[in-house]
Nanobody
């Protein structure tokens, strides 16, 4: 089994900062990519940022310059540092990972989600 556990969500004032963490554990052979998505009520999960094992990073235009994604391969953990937060950033954030399991199969896994609320 593979599990993703998120932490770091909460309430912050506009202009403030917050850091999300996501740790993967289980029968993992390799983690090919990890990233963060956020929920649009009534719609889909939109990309926030991703990072590959090779270090390539992709950011949504709406967060570029404000958010920074990073990973600690030794800990199987990905981070999302969020600065200059806006009320529009309020939603549920989900960690996602593309993982090759022991045995050779590749699957996409999702965390439970963590709430981020930006409000004065």
């Amino acid at each position: 089994q593979v599990q993703l556990v998120e932490s770091g969500g909460g309430l912050v004032q506009p202009g403030g900062s917050l850091t999300l963490s996501c740790a993967a554990s289980g029968s993992i052979f390799s983690i090919n990519a990890m990233g963060w998505y956020r929920q649009t009520p009534g719609k889909q999960r939109d990309l926030v940022a991703t990072v590959t094992s090779a270090g390539g990073k992709v950011y949504a235009d709406s967060v570029k310059g404000r958010f920074t994604i990073s990973r600690d391969n030794a800990k199987n953990t990905v981070y999302l540092q969020m600065n200059s937060l806006k009320p529009e950033d309020t939603t549920v954030y989900f960690c996602s990972a593309r993982i090759t399991k022991l045995g050779g199969s590749e699957q996409v896994y999702w965390g439970q989600g963590t709430q981020v609320t930006v409000s004065s």
